[in-house]
């Protein structure tokens, strides 16, 4: 049986070191490695050894039992949520790390929410148990409050938990209460609980120490279960991309079928499969459902992605809401060429390059992403880079429905395309639907156009900013039976995009900090107020221990001065989590638009007018009056 088994936690958790325990104990490595000192096998890049850090998931593969375990160890840093967050699609249990001293900090809840979205069954292990102050009675206790189906299960089954167990099944209850409940029955019922997330249960120990270790195998043997269907049609998920001395690997999970060398994957010839352990790899001759396999030869396929022969389904990426300028003596294709080859591997960077200003730029998290980008840009390309100050990463959609019309025309070339662009609810993202006939378009060219109004990261027109939150329908089209080329649609999506963008009403949104604030209650008190006054909105103050816990929403702008000065205003003895919740109608966008310089008609990059052919030879239309000059007349929606 194969098991993907995640491990999550906050920095400093002991995530990684338990990672090397279960590896030693699973006979993968000869000796546990330590972070302090370097030696841990997942941690391997020289950025994570050099911090004692997880950057990098990292994957490796142990036996315990009669189960086979392929091990993702996830990163803890905020700043590198995205990549952890890739990892989760890929997991059939995940063990979550949390500290047996104080308060569970919020980071930690924020990795339970997440994994409660996700639906992963989860054990919990209390970590540093021999640490003076450690209170896992008092930890379990708190993740109490999270919800029901939390259990002690360090020493196995207990009277109190077979008392539990038996809560989750009426007719495993009746067996409790007569005395008669077997601990086959008891296990079993508890690995159907716990792989339908009503059963949590909570291991104890020290993963430095090796204590615990043994208890919590023994659960996960006990627990978790798998069906993959190795002889099913192939499918896959890509959850990570990376390189090699340059050569692109897909970080792969097999969800169903078999996949071999010289297969074809989204269109694409699979070269070498690659087992990892680690920063090391073996060649493998196939990998089956269940397993995680590195995949060289494909080019094309994203992080996020479901594939088979085709693509099967792609996921929107959401970058974070900041952006910096990248400054370096270089020339500006290479910056770029590096920067898009990052970006491939971390599409969050979202990379913008404007033309007319030379400039570059990329959306981050956080300080600790620009110290590492800064890293690996230099041991990578041997090049120098600087970043400007962070700025609000604001994007923009449209107030009301508006008609967007592009064609494509020049000589021996053909494409035209009627499009209604309409508002999305707030986090959507850009959609597309047809409201086409295939008796006017056929399908293959309909298919082609939602390609193109997916594939690329649409820019409004007021400042500039990626669009977001619009559905695009596509009203009709034409294509030429000589003419017509897949590239030519692309063009001409384009121009209907921008076309309509240009006669839209368009709104600017600015993004927002979801915040956790752990103070003292008199300062909490004081950064409440001053919360308020920057216009974010504090949900009800709780107290835990001795502490004030703050939770809220608050916009990215006045959060960024705010947190640069937190440890100011709290003396050192607070704590700030911040994580990005999504974008609200900004009411200065008036000013931002203004402030940012942009000037849609100078935007060569994203042309809003059409080409027509005339006399043998193309010529542009403005926008302004393209619509008259359309060669498909379509009945106004509605």
């Known amino acids: 049986m194969?098991?993907?088994?995640?491990?999550?936690?906050?920095?400093?958790?002991?995530?990684?070191?338990?990672?090397?325990?279960?590896?030693?104990?699973?006979?993968?490595?000869?000796?546990?490695?330590?972070?302090?000192?370097?030696?841990?096998?997942?941690?391997?890049?020289?950025?994570?050894?050099?911090?004692?850090?997880?950057?990098?998931?990292?994957?490796?593969?142990?036996?315990?039992?009669?189960?086979?375990?392929?091990?993702?160890?996830?990163?803890?840093?905020?700043?590198?949520?995205?990549?952890?967050?890739?990892?989760?699609?890929?997991?059939?249990?995940?063990?979550?790390?949390?500290?047996?001293?104080?308060?569970?900090?919020?980071?930690?809840e924020r990795l339970w929410q997440l994994l409660e979205r996700r639906g992963i069954p989860v054990l919990c292990f209390l970590n540093k148990t021999d640490l003076a102050g450690a209170d896992p009675d008092g930890v379990l206790e708190q993740l109490r409050r999270w919800g029901d189906g939390f259990c002690g299960m360090q020493d196995g089954l207990t009277d109190a938990v077979r008392e539990q167990v038996a809560m989750t099944d009426d007719a495993l209850l009746e067996s409790y209460l007569e005395g008669t409940l077997d601990d086959g029955a008891c296990w079993a019922a508890a690995g159907r609980a716990f792989r339908e997330r009503r059963l949590f249960p909570v291991y104890r120990g020290s993963a430095l120490k090796g204590e615990g270790i043994d208890s919590l195998l023994d659960g996960l043997d006990r627990l978790c279960r798998t069906d993959y269907d190795p002889d099913g049609p192939l499918e896959l998920l890509a959850y990570q991309i990376r390189r090699d001395k340059q050569e692109r690997v897909c970080c792969c999970k097999i969800l169903s079928g078999t996949l071999r060398p010289r297969q074809i994957v989204n269109g694409e010839k699979v070269h070498q499969l690659r087992r990892q352990m680690g920063g090391k790899w073996e060649q493998i001759a196939e990998a089956r459902a269940g397993e995680l396999v590195s995949v060289t030869g494909l080019q094309d396929l994203r992080a996020g992605d479901r594939a088979g022969e085709t693509l099967l389904h792609r996921e929107s990426v959401a970058p974070p809401p900041l952006l910096v300028e990248v400054r370096a003596d270089a020339a500006p294709t290479r910056l770029l060429e590096i920067f898009r080859q990052l970006e491939d591997e971390e599409p969050t960077l979202a990379v913008r390059w404007n033309e007319g200003l030379h400039q570059l730029h990329v959306a981050v998290a956080g300080e600790m992403q620009l110290d590492v980008l800064t890293q690996t840009v230099k041991e990578r390309y041997d090049l120098e880079v600087t970043f400007g100050e962070p700025a609000v990463a604001y994007r923009e959609t449209i107030a009301q429905p508006v008609r967007g019309c592009g064609h494509f025309e020049p000589l021996r070339h053909y494409a035209e395309v009627q499009l209604l662009l309409e508002p999305n609810p707030r986090g959507t993202g850009v959609t597309f639907e047809s409201r086409c006939s295939t008796d006017d378009l056929a399908l293959n060219w309909q298919r082609l156009i939602e390609t193109h109004v997916l594939e690329k990261a649409h820019v409004g027109a007021m400042l500039g900013a990626p669009l977001t939150d619009v559905n695009v329908v596509l009203l009709g089209g034409r294509a030429h039976d000589k003419h017509t080329e897949g590239g030519d649609f692309r063009q001409a999506v384009y121009r209907a995009i921008r076309h309509g963008l240009f006669h839209a009403e368009t709104l600017v949104l600015e993004p927002w900090y979801r915040f956790t604030i752990q103070a003292d209650p008199s300062t909490a008190a004081k950064l409440q107020t001053e919360i308020s006054r920057m216009g974010g909105v504090c949900d009800l103050p709780e107290t835990v221990g001795s502490w004030t816990r703050l939770t809220g929403r608050c916009p990215v702008a006045p959060m960024l001065p705010f947190s640069r000065d937190f440890a100011t205003k709290t003396r050192g003895g607070g704590s700030l989590q911040l994580e990005p919740d999504g974008y609200e109608v900004c009411p200065d966008g008036a000013a931002v638009a203004a402030a940012s310089g942009y000037d849609r008609e100078r935007d060569t990059e994203n042309p809003a007018d059409s080409i027509f052919c005339s006399h043998g030879a193309g010529h542009s239309v403005s926008w302004r009056e393209a619509a008259d000059h359309m060669h498909v007349t379509v009945r106004e929606p509605g």
């Open 2 to 108: 194969n098991v993907t088994l995640g491990i999550l936690a906050q920095v400093d958790g002991g995530k990684t070191t338990l990672s090397e325990q279960l590896l030693y104990r699973g006979g993968a490595l000869r000796s546990v490695g330590r972070v302090d000192d370097g030696g841990a096998c997942m941690d391997f890049t020289a950025v994570e050894r050099a911090r004692g850090i997880t950057v990098f998931s990292a994957q490796a593969v142990f036996s315990h039992g009669e189960t086979r375990y392929f091990l993702l160890d996830t990163p803890g840093h905020g700043d590198f949520s995205p990549e952890m967050e890739r990892c989760l699609a890929a997991l059939d249990a995940a063990i979550l790390v949390i500290g047996a001293s104080g308060p569970i900090p919020a980071r930690t």
